[in-house]
């Protein structure tokens, strides 16, 4: 296994992550659950929520996924840009794959539900035990 597809397989099908966006100057973290559909990850999040003003202005995201093995921690850090997801048949098959999106949204249709596909840019990825870590360019 090349060292890209080691990196997105870490991420699960349903990853708790930490997110980042930027308002203003001064960046704004979160945790958020992160899925992985196919090829890509997505977020969903409410129409009224801060984040979505912070991604209507900058894009840019960086995602933190921290996980232990044993007593060492590792972690990947992905820089990437959080696009709106229009597409309105991928936003259904998100939400009838996810449990959790009808617990917070009425249907895939919902004018408050919003998903974003996240467009990795590169990840920094350091394995529990080292204390360096690799950048690698996404594809």
């Not at 699960?12 to 899925?35: D, F, I, Y």
């Not at 229009?86 to 998903?115: C, Q």
Request: glycine fraction near 6%; aromatic fraction near 10%.
């Amino acid at each position: 296994m090349d060292i890209l597809a080691e990196v997105i397989d870490k991420f699960g099908v349903l990853s708790h992550v930490v997110v980042a966006t930027v308002e203003s100057t001064s960046p704004r973290v979160r945790p958020m659950t992160l899925v992985r559909h196919g090829a890509s990850f997505y977020f969903a999040t409410g129409s009224e929520a801060e984040k979505v003003k912070q991604l209507d202005s900058n894009p840019m995201v960086e995602i933190i996924l921290q996980w232990k093995e044993e007593r060492d921690n590792g972690y990947i850090r992905l820089d990437g840009e959080a696009i709106r997801e229009t597409d309105a048949e991928t936003i259904a098959i998100l939400y009838h794959r996810f449990d959790y999106f009808s617990k917070l949204w009425k249907g895939p249709d919902d004018p408050t539900l919003v998903v974003y596909r996240v467009k990795a840019r590169s990840y920094d990825y350091m394995k529990p035990g080292e204390w360096g870590s690799v950048k690698i360019e996404a594809k």
